[in-house]
């Protein structure tokens, strides 16, 4: 380990015969890795240096500085030694969602963009470099994404989509039925390559909420192939400043828009069936209404616990439903638990 980032194995090693950096056309795909960043010295060197160990020869790193009050302009301008590496220093505090934007929309030239929050880094050399081959392999991939570690470091991470047993390439429209917003499988924003062009065009990052990416993420799926990576491409990285552990009313109720803004996209183009769609709905729903009640009742706020399962009522009762059935059946395994196997004879 060095400097916090491991080798390869985190993810998977080199492979025998890597593919080049042409698509089937003979012509260049560049990636633009997008970092964002806002008060993180302890951190971004780390970011950007995983950045650099990147494989893949066509590259680009451009670093967007949200006006930071540290060091942390100062430790990225360090890195302008390499010409990959691009640094821009927002004039004004533009918050996390319009630092996204800003990086996505004016200053990327990549035809592929993965965004890596300026705490988190790539612990997989190999990862860009994969999904691109992952991305080339068919037509209309729009999106590749794979797994990642998540935690305080490497060593005591834990691996999101472990058990998702995806194939390579698979229906975009398919997956968004199947796997809604916080239900199990998610494509996770550190390991997302997708296409810059229909991203914009898709208007990505358009809601200032906490989960802006999948709301942005599974409205650009519908009606295009997505790619699995079946590799780790680098820890997200949980401490006590992330915006992930918001904790209140106002910016649970305003994220449901992460389901409810995809839900209306879906229902526009009338892919798929009104009862499809109202189950999607309550599966995503309902596991992270569950999560926001934990949350806010840890911290004794019962009243925000209150009205927002009011809210969740308003929006479509189901979500409650399904948030019960989730309860009941882990409180029936908890019984079966307790009471141990059956007796012998």
Request: aromatic content about 8%; glycine content about 10%.
């Amino acid at each position: 380990m060095k400097n916090g980032t491991t080798s390869p194995g985190a993810g998977a090693g080199p492979r025998t015969s890597p593919r080049s950096d042409l698509d089937a056309r003979g012509s260049a795909s560049k990636v633009s890795i997008l970092i964002p960043t806002f008060n993180q010295e302890e951190f971004i060197g780390i970011c950007i240096e995983s950045a650099l160990r990147q494989t893949y020869g066509d590259l680009e790193v451009i670093v967007s500085d949200d006006a930071s009050t540290d060091a942390t302009g100062r430790i990225a301008r360090q890195f302008l030694t390499d010409p990959r590496v691009r640094y821009e220093r927002n004039p004004r505090n533009m918050g996390r969602v319009g630092n996204y934007r800003r990086l996505l929309n004016e200053l990327a030239a990549g035809d592929w963009v993965l965004i890596l929050d300026g705490d988190d880094c790539l612990l997989n050399p190999h990862y860009v470099a994969h999904a691109m081959e992952i991305a080339r392999s068919a037509p209309d991939v729009v999106l590749v994404f794979g797994k990642q570690r998540q935690g305080r470091d490497s060593a005591t991470s834990t691996v999101s989509n472990q058990d998702s047993k995806l194939p390579p390439v698979m229906d975009g429209s398919a997956f968004f039925l199947q796997h809604p917003p916080f239900f199990d499988v998610e494509p996770l924003l550190p390991t997302c390559l997708f296409q810059r062009n229909l991203a914009i065009r898709t208007g990505f990052f358009r809601h200032d909420i906490l989960s802006s990416d999948f709301e942005s993420l599974y409205r650009l799926m519908i009606g295009h192939k997505v790619g699995f990576l079946d590799e780790i491409a680098g820890l997200w990285r949980q401490h006590d400043r992330n915006a992930s552990l918001t904790c209140s009313y106002d910016a649970f109720r305003a994220n449901f828009t992460a389901l409810t803004g995809p839900y209306e996209n879906a229902s526009a183009l009338a892919i798929f069936s009104p009862a499809e769609l109202k189950l999607w709905l309550r599966k995503g729903g309902a596991r992270y209404f569950l999560f926001c009640l934990r949350r806010l009742l840890a911290t004794g706020r019962i009243w925000d616990a209150l009205r927002l399962t009011g809210y969740v009522l308003t929006l479509d009762g189901g979500i409650a439903g399904h948030a019960l059935g989730r309860l009941a059946k882990r409180a029936t395994r908890g019984l079966g638990d307790r009471a141990g196997p059956p007796a012998a004879g």
